[in-house]
């Protein structure tokens, strides 16, 4: 199957600061990802949409100027989290693929903890 | 928008069967997924259906009912490295970026 990496796998920051977290398709390529936000015993929530080469669209209630995305290859998006407070912290994991009949295969999340 | 309802919580004994439960309300559907996901990790896929009926894949089958929005996944066979978290997504219509909404997933304990 396709695998999805992503990177760091955790990440420890002060409060302010900001922190780049990598997604990668290794063997296929994927014009559309996706970035997921995942508290504590509570399911994936969808943040964003990546689109390969344009801007993503975000869900109801995420800040695009908080949470800045860009897909800039085929094989490749960032999600950025911008001046990160404590409420930020959270597993963070993006996914690529589903188009057609296809699932969705999952990056090994990254784990944001705000100090 | 999309609701899905699942249960918090099942416990089963190893050896057993069990059944997970989905429900849907969707504005659009184009295919429901299960993933199992282990504290800490990633989803992992388990099944796909898009037309109504069984789909089985060794110990797993996934059922689906578009009429009722209902789905169901079945584990034969439970081993204690199925305790997980079993979460039901669907997703919308191609129209609307092949986007999964997921369930708040079903925390399965598998006892002995």
């Known amino acids: 199957g396709a695998v999805v990496s992503q990177h760091p796998s955790r990440v420890i920051c002060k409060s302010g600061t900001s922190v780049k977290i990598e997604c990668r398709s290794l063997d296929f390529q994927a014009t559309t990802m996706f970035w997921y936000r995942q508290f504590p015993k509570q399911s994936l929530m969808l943040m964003a949409t990546s689109n390969e080469g344009s801007k993503a669209t975000y869900e109801q209630g995420v800040e695009k100027d908080k949470f800045l995305i860009n897909h800039a290859s085929l094989t490749l998006s960032t999600l950025t989290v911008t001046s990160a407070h404590p409420e930020d912290s959270s597993f963070y994991i993006c996914s690529a693929g589903g188009t057609g009949s296809g699932e969705q295969y999952f990056g090994p999340g990254t784990r944001l903890t705000v100090t | 928008g999309q609701n899905i309802d699942q249960p918090t919580e099942m416990t089963a004994t190893e050896g057993a069967i069990v059944q997970i439960n989905c429900t849907y309300q969707?504005?659009?559907?184009?295919?429901l997924f299960w993933y199992q996901q282990h504290a800490g990790e990633a989803p992992t896929f388990l099944s796909y259906?898009?037309?109504?009926g069984l789909e089985e894949k060794g110990r797993f089958s996934s059922f689906l009912s578009r009429s009722k929005g209902y789905s169901y996944l079945l584990l034969k066979e439970l081993q204690m490295k199925d305790s997980a978290s079993y979460l039901c997504a669907v997703r919308g219509p191609t129209g609307g970026g092949n986007k999964l909404t997921f369930g708040t997933g079903t925390q399965l304990k598998v006892e002995l």
């Open positions: 259906n898009v037309l109504d």
């Open positions: 969707t504005s659009g559907f184009n295919g």
